[in-house]
């Protein structure tokens, strides 16, 4: 994969599904041109809701979001400024705009120009940010649905967070009286402050009580975010011909069942879900957004109390929105200084591109790549040129796809002879554009006959041609400079020392150029299934796939990774099919504390096999002090504490795990053993040493499934009931 890029534009993704620690800013696909009706923006803010937390944390299955505009991906809501625009769009590039886009976490978006609007004068971003999620929730769910009347009753539940505030200044911009509940005093105090009538615990389940003792006959409009027996008693407050407005996802996720005799006395019940509008009706989500813009300007509406996180802590945005620890919106700015989204990368047709052993194997495959994809221009180069085997049948071959080529007969280590060439090509050629450094050689052998004689044989054609290559076309208006490495330069590959070498030598080349301002990209290709050495070795293919779990790619599927990996503008990456369980057993460098992301891996490709099988060679006390260690440290990852700070002893809740981060263990520890573990929900008195017995119960037993769940009702029967 990709290494992450220092610049050029980026998305934020999730490394591994339920995992908030892997979140990542990764480099971002090159968008296309906008479409009839669309907008490319450069996002200066994005605003962090409840279901993005959700999707990260792999709550929310797939199918729940496909309807929505955003889809299944991270952030629905941002502002900035359009790059862009296709046909048909009133917006002109450098319009300052906000709304709604899918992966709206990245440093550009394209989306639909009705689900933008244009920024209201003298607000920033960042709160513009706040608005549309909110906002459109707020007043399609109390205005269009619910059509709030003066003097009518309105329960908003969780309202210190966004929508709740959002709603708040909806309802009593209408003349409503609201009722709102929030978790804490310090929320319940805010909302007093911003204008709430009547204010409740919602962690008390005596909060329906409360509000009929205030207000006996009930309210007329529910705005629910509640799930499960909260629900039903939020549905029992409503008077006749009230409205419940169900705004949580939970109980449809779940398809859970509840009692309809409340609906009875003509109570209307709806669904929102503010993700869905702009794409099921984007004429109504754009006269709401319309509306809101409007009334922001006139200070009718006011953007949300919110904080604004840096692209470095957006992990920290997440586990702040998970802990519910603030009031208001979250905001995450993407990574700065990314300039625009960079273009697909393609040929030039004007100009020639320079294939160094191109004559056969993996860089004639690459050759043919190049003509596929608009080059027109080639130069073949090898020692032996056109005396090459299938040189004449390759030439056809490139005519037929276009590209007028001719084969050069060349020592690239050469460096007197390697300039002469790139002087008659200049003189008799377009351009040069483009560099392609395919030339490979092997001298392998154990560590102890690895001499001089046998580094120099590989070194040469490798680094010293690339070296030469660097040097003597500086002045050329290249904008490909293309080095073939090896996936085997991140783990080392055994018998292969100067094999290895060279190809670290050629990234570190790649990475001097771009710190120069010059174009470069090494790719460390994996084993190539159709081209090269495995082409003529079939066996060999074979066992190495057995042995180390490295599958062969196909030359032009792995080929088909350049564009993406090039726009990216990365000076490194690498490209391979890799089963890293086989791999691990192979190199046992790969236990190293460096490769502990690829030990990870390991342990959710093998289903946890290995671990198990660690832990059931120790001595049953060895086993849970093991265990207890490793949910150390995934507590330890997901508080962002040091593992010293947490006690085997010490009660979890007191160190701040709530419900969502004892589910984000849950899933840590089912990914990494390979087990369901017996966690339903955090409970007060649950230790890291308390779970450790458990799993070492499911572990070292192998308990099935049944056994489980028993394991559950014992510890845990409220919990286990109530668990999602």
């Known amino acids: 994969l990709p290494a992450p890029a220092r610049t050029g534009a980026r998305r934020l993704a999730i490394g591994q599904p339920g995992q908030i620690g892997s979140l990542a800013w990764a480099p971002e696909p090159a968008l296309p041109a906008p479409g009839p009706g669309e907008v490319r923006l450069r996002v200066a803010a994005a605003g962090l809701n409840f279901r993005d937390l959700m999707w990260a944390q792999g709550l929310l299955p797939e199918d729940v979001l496909m309807d929505g505009f955003a889809g299944p991906t991270l952030g629905m809501e941002c502002a900035g400024v359009v790059e862009a625009a296709g046909p048909g769009v009133a917006l002109r590039p450098g319009d300052a705009v906000f709304g709604f886009a899918p992966s709206a976490f990245s440093t550009h978006a394209l989306t639909r120009a009705e ?41 908003i539940h969780g309202g210190a967070g966004g929508v709740g505030l959002a709603a708040l200044q909806v309802a009593r911009a209408a003349g409503a009286r609201v009722a709102a509940t929030a978790g804490n005093e310090e929320k319940r105090a805010f909302l007093r402050m911003a ?64 009692a309809l005799r409340p609906l009875r006395r003509n109570v209307s019940y709806f669904a929102v879900d503010a993700d869905a509008l702009p794409r099921a009706k984007p004429d109504l989500a754009q006269a709401l957004l319309a509306d809101i813009a409007a009334r922001l300007a006139e200070g009718a509406l006011l953007p949300l109390p919110h904080a604004v996180f840096d692209a470095d802590a957006a992990e920290a945005a997440f586990r702040t929105l998970q802990a519910s620890a603030h009031i208001g919106k979250l905001v995450i700015r993407p990574p700065a200084g990314t300039g625009a989204a960079p273009a697909p ?43 090459t085997p299938g040189a004449e ?94 996936a ?64 062969p790619l196909p030359a032009q599927e792995a080929l088909a990774a350049l564009p993406a ?28 504390p460096a490769y502990a992301a690829i030990r990870a891996a390991r342990e959710a490709a093998t289903g946890g096999a290995d671990l198990r099988e660690e832990l059931r060679a120790l001595p049953p006390e060895q086993a849970r002090a093991r265990l207890v260690a490793l949910a150390q440290e995934e507590i330890a990852r997901i508080l962002r504490l040091p ?18 981060g004892g589910l984000e263990l849950r899933m840590a520890l089912e990914r990494r053993l390979g087990v369901q573990v017996p966690l339903a929900a955090v409970t007060e008195d649950l230790t890291i040493a308390v779970l450790a017995n458990r799993i070492a119960g499911v572990v070292l037993e192998d308990r099935t499934e049944h056994a489980v769940q028993s394991l559950m009702d014992a510890y845990e029967p409220a919990a286990a009931d109530a668990a999602p």
């Open 115 to 155: 689900a933008l609007a244009p920024l209201p004068e003298g607000l920033p971003p960042e709160a513009a940010a706040t608005v549309p999620v909110a906002f459109i929730t707020a007043c399609y769910a109390l205005e269009t649905l619910a059509r709030i009347r003066p003097g009518e009753r309105v329960l």
């Open 195 to 258: 204008g709430a009538e009547l204010v409740l615990d919602s962690r008390d389940a005596g909060f329906a009580d409360a509000l009929r003792a205030a207000w006996p006959d009930g309210v007329d409009v529910v705005l629910n975010s509640l799930a499960g027996e909260a629900m039903e008693r939020s549905l029992g407050l409503l008077a006749p011909f009230g409205r419940f407005i169900e705004l949580g996802k939970r109980d449809f996720v779940e398809n859970r069942r509840a």
């Open 345 to 387: 990368w393609a040929p030039d047709p004007g100009g020639t591109y320079l294939v160094i052993g191109g004559t056969q194997g993996f860089g004639l495959e690459c050759a043919k790549w190049l003509a596929a994809n608009g080059a027109a221009h080639l130069a073949l180069v090898s020692r032996r040129g056109g005396e």
């Open 393 to 486: 049948a390759a030439l056809r071959t490139l005519a037929a796809l276009g590209a007028r080529t001719r084969i050069e007969a060349c020592d690239a280590t050469d460096r007197a002879a390697l300039a002469a060439l790139l002087a008659r090509l200049r003189r008799e050629g377009p351009p040069i554009r483009g560099i392609v450094h395919a030339a490979a050689a092997f001298a392998d052998g154990a560590a102890a006959s690895m001499d001089a004689a046998r580094f120099a044989r590989v070194l040469a054609p490798k680094v010293t041609a690339a070296q030469h290559l660097d040097a003597l076309t500086r002045e050329d208006p290249l904008h490909l400079f293309l080095l073939f490495s090896s």
């Open 488 to 551: 085997t330069t991140a783990f080392g590959s055994p018998g292969q020392a100067n094999y290895v070498a060279a190809n670290a030598a050629l990234e570190a080349i790649a990475r001097q150029r771009q710190d120069a301002g010059l174009p470069a990209l090494a790719v460390g290709w994996g084993p190539i299934a159709d081209a090269g050495v495995l082409a003529r070795d079939a066996a060999t293919a074979e066992t190495l796939e057995r042995r180390t779990g490295v599958a």
């Open 565 to 592: 990996i090039l726009a990216a503008r990365i000076p490194v990456a690498h490209v391979a099919r890799i089963g890293w369980g086989a791999l691990g057993s192979a190199l046992p460098v790969l236990a190293e």
């Open 643 to 660: 593992s010293e700070a947490i006690g085997a002893d010490a009660p979890v809740a007191g160190l701040g795990l709530d419900s969502l």
